[in-house]
């Protein structure tokens, strides 16, 4: 019974400190090392003149940076994407760049660029479930975070009016 009580207490816990979604958002994680070489492979294809191969890179390093566990690897994906999306004409490169993007701004809790990402996304392929998928994993935390707002508020509201009431018996 001990037992049973204690993993409620855990889970409510973790559902107001944000820990349960840390550990549930289903995105795989790059460690430094992936980084590191991406970065070094990146280096070396910027001393030559193959574009393609430039734009690959870039996508590589793109991606593990976003799937990092580091907030600023993540932020430099966001930028390096952000800076390539313009420039893309093909549909199924730009996808994948939404995508990209929605995930690491959903990784920064950042759920309302997010879901405007994956809906661009999603609008150059609609059928792709991988980016369905994500969609309902950022609405879910809009939702999620929105009934946290609303406890908080009327948690306020409630030691507002308990103080009010006292002071008024008092008085």
């Given at each position: ?6 993993k409620?207490i855990?889970s ?5 400190s ?13 460690d430094?090392d ?5 970065e ?17 890179c ?7 940076l976003?799937?990092?566990k580091m ?13 390539s ?7 199924m ?7 990209l ?5 959903y990784?920064s ?21 991988q980016?369905?998928a994500?969609?309902?994993?950022i609405e879910?935390r809009?939702?999620k ?26 008085g």
């Amino acid at each position: 019974m001990d037992a049973t009580i204690g993993k409620f207490i855990d889970s409510v816990s973790d559902f107001f400190s944000g820990a349960a979604s840390t550990s549930a958002d289903q995105f795989p994680l790059c460690d430094t090392d992936i980084i590191s070489g991406c970065e070094k492979e990146y280096a070396e294809v910027q001393k030559g003149q193959d574009e393609g191969l430039k734009k690959e890179c870039i996508m590589r390093l793109s991606w593990a940076l976003v799937h990092s566990k580091m907030p600023v690897d993540i932020q430099r994906g966001i930028a390096m994407l952000e800076a390539s999306v313009v420039n893309d004409t093909s549909p199924m490169k730009l996808r994948e760049k939404l995508y990209l993007l929605a995930v690491g701004y959903y990784r920064s809790s950042d759920f309302s660029r997010s879901r405007e990402c994956i809906e661009r996304c999603l609008e150059v392929e609609p059928e792709w479930r991988q980016a369905q998928a994500l969609k309902q994993a950022i609405e879910d935390r809009i939702v999620k975070d929105g009934v946290i707002g609303v406890g908080i508020a009327v948690t306020a509201v409630g030691v507002v009016a308990g103080i009010a009431a006292a002071l008024i018996r008092r008085g």
